[in-house]
């Protein structure tokens, strides 16, 4: 169907077409905004557990260690031997976390349904041809002949 055959005027069609066009760039930024919310609490779990496992390796090594290694001291072990699996037991800990926050990190993702969707509206956007005008040339002529009379004005009055 036409557009004269539904009897909207240039200016209606310009405008509704304005209007879908805002529409289609809102729920793309919509869609967007989602995706990069969804990898940005990712993120945060991520994040999270990478910093207690700081958390852990700083402040609960020297008062653990300290009463583990007495422990295992007190079963009959030698205290360096002692010390040495303490140590090794929470460096066991925070590589467990480290790895958690690692896989969380890799599941973080670009928004890949907004780029695939931005890219299809700039395909069809590219192919999108103008509408011809009704007089072709004259369009132009017009403008151009104001100023045309305008030096054949000052031509003939010298």
């Known amino acids: ?3 004269a055959d539904d009897g909207r005027s240039l200016g209606q069609l310009v405008a ?25 609490k990712r993120g945060i ?19 653990l260690s300290f009463a583990a290694a007495y422990g295992i001291h007190n079963l009959g072990l030698g205290l ?3 010390f040495l699996i303490v140590g090794g037991a929470y460096i066991v800990l925070a590589l467990i976390l480290l790895l958690v926050a690692l896989r969380k990190f890799k599941r973080i993702k670009p928004p890949e349904k907004s780029i695939a969707s931005a890219k ?6 590219s192919r999108a041809k103008p509408h011809p005008r009704k007089g072709g040339a004259g369009a132009t002529a017009g403008r151009n002949g104001a100023s045309l009379d305008k030096r054949q004005e000052s031509t003939s009055a010298a």
Do not use: C, N
């Open 120 to 125: 299809e509206t700039a395909s069809v956007l």
């Open 80 to 82: 360096a031997w002692s």
């Open 45 to 63: 779990v991520g994040g999270g557990a990478a910093t207690v496992a700081g958390v852990l390796l700083l402040f609960s090594l020297p008062v």
């Open 16 to 40: 509704s077409a304005t209007a879908e066009l805002s529409g289609l760039v809102h729920d793309e930024i919509a869609l967007a905004k989602a995706e990069i919310r969804q990898d940005v």
């Open 1 to 3: 169907m036409s557009s």
